[in-house]
C-alpha cells in the first residue's frame, strides 16, 4: 500500500474527483485554483469526520453560489462507497461522516504502512534550505540555543517526512568583533598555559574554563613565540585555532541532542570570497542600492548628528520604515550586509528558505526578508523565505532560577541540562509550546512521572501499549485484525484520533511548526489512557479479554497501531519511543 492510500489523502483524491466531474459537467469552470480547499475533520465532531470548504472557497471565482455549489458537490460524494452520509452546514461547508468500514480499513493501512504512516509527497522532492542554531563559535552551547537548534531540528525532519529535501544549514558568524574578543580570551590562557599568572580574566573578554584547553593547545603548539608579540602579529592566526575549538565544541554539544547539520557557512569566507560585493554590485545594478544619509535616530539633537553618507538598501520599497545601510561608515558590513549576501548565496541551491531565530532578532526579519525578495525575485523567481522567531527558556529548579555554570563563565550549559535529564525529555520538552511562546524548563517538572508533564504522558502511552502487547503474547495472544468487526465506537473514536496522523503531518510541515506534533501526540496519548482507564472498573473494555481470543486479538491489533503513530511522531520531534518505564 502506497502511503497516499490513507484515507485523509483518499479523500483529498476523491474531492478532487468530484470537483473534476462537476468541470467535466460544466457545473464549475475549468481551470480554477484549487489551493485554498481543505479536508479536516470539523471543529465539533458530532458534525461528522470529515469537513471540506471546497464549496465555499470555489463559488465566488465560479461565480456561483456556494451552496449550490455544495448540493452538486455532495450528490458526487455520497457516491462514494466509504460515505455514510454528506451535509452541508451553514453557508455551504461539507460534512461528511464515514462508514466504519472506512476505520476498520485506515487501522490495516496503519499496519501496512509501519513506519511510513503519515509519510507524504506533499513536497514533491522541493529542496528546503532550514538555517537553525547558528550561534556565535565564543563558546559552548547553553540554554539559550537549545529551544532554536530542537526547533530547527524537528523542523528539518518533518520538512523530509513530507516530501522535500532539506539542507540543514549552521552559519558560523566568524567575521565579527566577538571572534576578535575570543582571540584575546584565548591569548590570556595561551599565557597562562605557559606559566604566567594571569588572575582575573578581564573585562569584556570570556571569562569561561572552556577556553583553558585552547590556551593549552596554542602553547603546545607555539610555544612562547607569541607571548610578547604585538597583537597584530598573533590576532588572526589565533582568531582561526580558537573558532575551530569552538566549532568541535558546539558540533560535541549537538551531537548530545542527535543534532548534524550539512553545511558549516563561515561567514568570513564568505566576505573574503567577495559574496557582499558582488550582491551590492548587483543590487545597485537594479537600483536597490544607493548611496544616500541615514536618518536622524529618533531624539537626538541635530547638532548632535553627523549626517554621513552609506550605502542603503532601499528597504522601505519592500514594506520596512526605513532603508538600510548595507556598509559601516569605515567600510566594513553591516550585519544586514553580510546576511543580505548569505541569504543570496543560499537561494542559489534551495527552492525555499526557513530561519529559526531568537526572538531578541525580531526587529530585523522584516529587513532581511525584503532583501531576499529583491535578490530572488528579480531574478525571475522569489525564493519563499520563512523566519520563525524562537523566545528565551527560562530554567528553573523547583520553581526557583538555576544557578549560573562555573565552566562556562555566565550560562548553564547544553550539555549540563542534557546529562542530568537525558535527551527525549530535553528535545520534547522544547517542543510542548508554541516557539514563539515563553517558556519555563523546571528540571523537576520534565521528569516527573505525571499525567501534567507531557514527556511522561506521551512515553507512558508507548510503554503502556508495548507492555500490554507483551502479556498478550504470555498468555497466548497476538494482534490479529481477523475481528475488527468487534470493535465498538469507543474503539473506533481511537481510530479516528490516530488517523488525523497524515493530515496533522502535512499542516505542519506546511505551516513550518513541529510542535503540532508534539501537541497531538499529547492528545493522542490522553485519549489512548482514557479508553484503557475504562478497562479499570469494566473488565469486558480491557484490551485483554481472556475468554474472548478474537476480540483480544483486534484490540491487541488497534493498540499496536497506536503504538505506532505514537513511535512515527515521537521519531519526527527525534525522540526514542520507550518499551518500558
Not at 558568524?173 to 584565548?186: H, I, M, T, Y
Not at 538598501?313 to 545601510?325: A, E, L, N, V, Y
Not at 525578495?373 to 528553573?396: C, S
Amino acid at each position: 500500500m502506497s502511503h497516499d492510500q490513507t484515507l485523509h489523502a483518499a479523500f483529498v483524491g476523491h474531492i478532487a474527483t468530484a470537483l473534476d466531474a462537476l468541470e467535466a459537467a460544466g457545473t464549475l469552470p475549468a481551470g480554477l485554483s484549487r489551493s485554498a480547499v481543505a479536508v479536516e475533520p470539523p471543529r465539533d465532531p458530532s458534525h461528522g469526520d470529515l469537513a471540506t470548504n471546497a464549496a465555499m472557497v470555489l463559488a465566488k471565482p465560479a461565480g456561483t453560489n456556494p451552496r449550490a455549489l455544495a448540493e452538486a458537490l455532495v450528490a458526487e460524494l455520497a457516491k462514494l462507497p466509504l460515505v455514510e452520509s454528506a451535509s452541508i452546514a451553514g453557508p455551504g461547508f461539507i460534512n461528511l461522516t464515514l462508514s466504519r468500514t472506512a476505520w476498520l480499513t485506515e487501522l490495516a493501512a496503519i499496519a501496512t504502512l509501519g513506519a511510513d504512516y503519515g509519510r507524504s509527497t506533499l513536497g514533491g522532492g522541493t529542496t528546503v534550505n532550514v538555517e537553525y542554531v547558528s550561534a556565535n563559535p565564543t563558546g559552548p552551547m547553553h540554554m539559550g540555543h537549545c529551544r532554536g537548534a530542537v526547533v530547527g531540528d524537528a523542523l528539518a525532519t518533518l520538512l523530509e517526512y513530507a516530501g522535500h529535501r532539506v539542507i540543514r544549514e549552521y552559519y558560523v558568524n566568524d567575521a565579527g568583533a566577538q571572534v576578535q574578543v575570543l582571540a584575546r580570551s584565548a591569548h590570556v590562557r595561551y599565557r597562562e598555559a605557559l606559566g604566567e599568572a594571569v588572575g582575573e580574566i578581564p573585562e569584556g573578554l570570556y571569562p569561561g574554563d572552556y577556553l583553558v584547553p585552547v590556551g593549552q593547545a596554542l602553547a603546545v603548539e607555539f610555544g612562547d613565540k607569541f607571548v610578547q608579540a604585538p597583537e597584530a602579529d598573533w590576532l588572526a592566526l589565533f582568531r582561526t585555532r580558537a573558532v575551530a575549538a569552538m566549532m568541535v565544541m558546539i558540533r560535541d554539544d549537538l551531537a548530545l541532542l542527535g543534532i548534524k547539520h550539512d553545511v558549516f557557512s563561515s561567514e568570513a569566507e564568505l566576505q573574503a570570497s567577495g559574496k557582499p560585493d558582488e550582491a551590492e554590485a548587483w543590487l545597485r545594478a537594479h537600483d536597490l542600492v544607493y548611496d544616500g544619509e541615514l536618518e536622524a535616530p529618533k531624539g537626538k539633537l541635530l547638532d548632535d548628528w553627523e549626517p554621513v553618507e552609506l550605502p542603503l538598501f532601499r528597504s522601505t520599497k519592500f514594506g520596512d520604515d526605513q532603508d538600510r545601510p548595507i556598509k559601516k561608515s569605515d567600510g566594513s558590513w553591516t550585519y544586514f550586509g553580510a546576511d543580505l549576501a548569505y541569504h543570496f548565496q543560499k537561494a542559489q541551491s534551495a527552492d525555499a528558505l526557513v530561519d529559526i531565530w531568537g526572538a531578541d532578532h525580531a526587529g530585523t526579519v522584516k529587513r532581511i526578508k525584503a532583501a531576499v525578495a529583491a535578490l530572488t525575485g528579480a531574478k525571475g523567481r522569489e525564493t519563499p523565505f520563512e523566519v520563525k522567531l524562537v523566545q528565551m527558556v527560562a530554567l528553573l529548579r523547583n520553581g526557583e532560577p538555576v544557578k549560573m555554570s562555573k565552566r562556562s563563565g555566565n550560562f548553564v550549559t547544553l550539555r549540563e541540562v542534557v546529562e542530568e535529564v537525558g535527551k527525549p525529555v530535553v528535545r520534547f520538552t522544547m517542543l510542548t509550546r508554541k516557539p514563539e511562546a515563553q517558556m519555563d524548563f523546571d528540571f523537576a517538572k520534565v521528569v516527573e512521572a505525571s499525567k501534567d508533564n507531557p514527556v511522561f504522558y506521551v512515553q507512558y502511552a508507548h510503554a503502556r501499549i508495548c507492555s500490554t502487547l507483551r502479556k498478550g503474547a504470555a498468555e497466548g495472544f497476538a494482534p490479529n485484525p481477523a475481528g475488527l468487526d468487534l470493535l465498538g465506537e469507543e474503539e473506533l473514536a481511537l481510530v479516528r484520533h490516530a488517523a488525523q496522523f497524515p493530515r496533522l503531518v502535512e499542516a505542519a510541515a506546511v505551516a513550518r511548526e513541529p510542535h503540532r506534533i508534539a501537541f497531538f501526540l499529547g492528545e493522542l496519548a490522553a485519549a489512548f489512557h482514557a479508553y484503557w482507564n475504562v478497562g479499570n472498573d469494566r473488565p469486558d473494555k480491557r484490551f485483554i479479554v481472556a475468554q474472548d481470543a478474537r476480540l483480544t486479538g483486534a484490540r491487541l491489533f488497534l493498540a499496536a497501531q497506536i503504538g505506532q503513530i505514537v513511535k512515527n511522531g515521537l521519531s519526527l520531534l527525534g525522540v526514542e519511543a520507550v518499551e518500558e518505564m
